[in-house]
């Protein structure tokens, strides 16, 4: 059974950017990814990685994967099934994990989880065909594509005001349909109230989202029809945390991994970075930033310990 | 006297990054530096930012200032010499921050402060006396006027790794006296190993300085004396957290900020990012992440309080 240092679950940006300072590091590494890239493969224009004023989410990605290529880490377009704390029978010794693949079980010293997130979807009619041509998942990403257009938040989420509230900035007309009430907190139910560019349609879901080569118009359950340009799907997201969870790492209440400033879980040597991770803001460049430092305390955990499998 | 939502002090990786995610929040921001790109423009080859395989610490610099510039943020060349609270006469209203310069005053409801570090000095005889004569503190500024020459590193760190060896390049001979160990991260470790014009001193301290128009050799504590034509140091840095430190802000004992995990200081509305701050592991990535993840903190700040300055 072969043994790495750092075994990272996820080839997202922060997986790769872990994985170039962990073989930095000389930290035997691997990087296993069902979906080689992550989920900024699926966003059309990245502005906001500092030092590129523009790049596609999957030349960002390609980028990032590459460099930790570069120092050798090797990447496995293969899913982990179980990860699992190795019974040893010397307890003055640090226990390994035996990692198990669909093909292949592996051992590995530290384990960082940046296996991401999900977009929790509408499930209608174009949504999926319209995907980065008006139907977005991030108004941050996307927003100032729209500028001085007609959009949409599906969602009643204080998360969704605030992406209401930032569309506004650029925006012309900003519809929020929340499917039973918006709910914000309270404050920001007052900016909403007060920004005459949005309009709040409370019980209102969406039946099909209609366009050729872009968003054009959504017709909602009501039948009524609405001339849009772009539509923010807000209704959450899914951490992907299921292994972790077996694993016993704690969670907190939206399943996401809970971390520390050293990116570590409350499991030694299982680190977690990323959109996975319990930090509030979620960005490429903060998740890259958790990996990098999971990968120096793993190398640190490593010198510091003598870590076995049986 | 101009308002600012964001006032940056520090135009290096942290806090060109932060300006340019503040820019996208649409808050009107200035970033003050009196070293245009910071500290990173004395690194030769930056290897570790995320996606950029090889690229000068200038140029890397550069694309990190340009991207913030290109959102209308601007930037000033100037020093900041006092941050003081705005006081003001209803207490139920949020105080701002009355920012000085040499030449002018600016009101900001919020301040980052991403003032990096300075280099660290030995304290030794000669070592003023000499500076720019032979006694350096950037082999990347300096490295090119020793070309076939003996020159020396102090340090024993990861930098002082990579200072020797960029120092190869030009001279012929280069020391490296580490007060204790040499200890850089293991791939530049093997580097130094394999050079031959390197030659690792461990346990050993240099005394004093000789010259008398420029460096001509260095005494060791141990009385031994070696011809020296430069003397390349890199011990470490100092925290540039006296402005910082005047406004109250909370320093630990390395009199770096503390902050928590949204790069908050114990002042609310004032924010740390970078080398200046109090993270172990500090990186170009992790100071820019740390300052993204200020300004977003600072725009729902600002969002949340109705900041005055009377």
Redesign the interface.
Known sequence: METFDFLIVGAG?AG??GA??AS???LKSVMYGEMPGGLITTTHLV???????SISGPD?AM??V??AT?FGVEMKNEKVTEIKQAEISDQSKTAGFIVKTASNEIKAKTVLIATGTKHRKMNVPGEDELANKGVSYCA?CDG?FFKEKTVCIVGGSDSAAKEAL?LT?HAKKVYIFARSTLHPEP?NMD?VKKNDKIEVREGTKIKEIIGKDKVEKVILESGEEIEMDGVFIAIGHIPLSGLAEKLGVELNDHKEIKIN??SETNIPGVYAAGDVGD???K?A??G???A??AA??AFEYINNNEIVFE
Chains 1, 2 share one sequence.
């Not at 502005?47 to 004023?53: A, L, R, T, V």
């Open positions: 940006c790769a950017s170039m300072y930095r590091l000389n502005e906001n990685w500092p030092g590129e004023k960002l980028q990032l590459d460099h570069s941050l100032a930032l900035e404050i900016r400033r050293h930090s509030e803001f960005q460049i903060t890259s930033a958790e990098v430092t120096y305390y």
